[in-house]
């Protein structure tokens, strides 16, 4: 089965303009996560989608950050517009219900 | 709420040797515990989990962790370590629908 795809990969884009990274979870799942890793610190949950429901928003740091996930299938976290705080890999991870999470390889964004 | 704590942010050894990572967490409800690794440049693996039944769990490749709910640990043991280890590793918490991650704890193996 394929796993967890983001995209893209790698993102630098200058403070104040607007990245879309995207998340494809692993087919079936209805549990859909995002976390931020910034500077070798923590990995901080962002926020959890049921389907296409958001189940959990608190961590979403500000209202610069919108995520969807549109059908339930793929999710998009946008930030607009980006600050220089913002930098630092986005990871999603899907899972079933009471099952451990599968993670993608991340999204590296830089604002400069 | 849940939290995480990983007691080193950094664990250098050498090949062979035996090595622990440290986590303790804090939670007021059940919970799962996991590790996973982050090999360079690759994304988070699940490396072992404890759902519940035996407190100690074992991974494919050597590794194991101890629940321990009296001291709110599960630390990560090897008893030796290889060259391909080098990675760094998280220890999670789940209680409800959250996931709650420590800071991480990048071991280091040298030949």
């Known amino acids: 089965e394929a796993g967890v795809t983001q995209f893209p990969s790698h993102s630098v884009i200058e403070k104040g303009q607007t990245v879309t990274l995207r998340c494809d979870p692993i087919s079936g799942h209805d549990n859909l996560y995002w976390y931020r890793r910034v500077m070798g610190k923590e990995i901080k949950f962002l926020l959890h989608f049921v389907k296409e429901s958001k189940q959990d928003e608190s961590g979403m740091p500000n209202n610069r950050f919108l995520a969807e996930r549109t059908g339930g299938t793929y999710s998009t976290l946008k930030v607009q517009p980006a600050e220089l705080e913002d930098s630092g890999v986005y990871f999603c991870?899907?899972?079933?219900?009471?099952?451990?999470?599968?993670f993608g390889n991340g999204t590296r964004l830089t604002v400069t | 709420a849940q939290s995480v704590t990983q007691l080193d942010s950094q664990v250098p050894v050498f090949e062979e040797a035996p090595v622990e990572l440290r986590c303790n967490y804090s939670s007021s409800v059940s919970v799962y515990l996991f590790w996973y690794v982050q090999y360079p440049n690759q994304g988070l693996q699940l490396l072992l989990k404890?759902?519940?039944?035996?407190?100690l769990v074992k991974s494919i490749n050597g590794f194991e962790a101890e629940f321990n709910k009296s001291q709110t640990s599960f630390h990560l043991r090897k008893p030796s370590v290889h060259i391909s280890d080098t990675a760094e590793y998280f220890c999670a918490v789940t209680g409800g629908f959250k996931t709650i991650f420590g800071a991480g704890t990048r071991l280091f193996v040298k030949a």
């Open positions: 404890y759902l519940s039944g035996s407190t």
């Open positions: 991870a899907s899972s079933q219900t009471n099952s451990p999470l599968h």
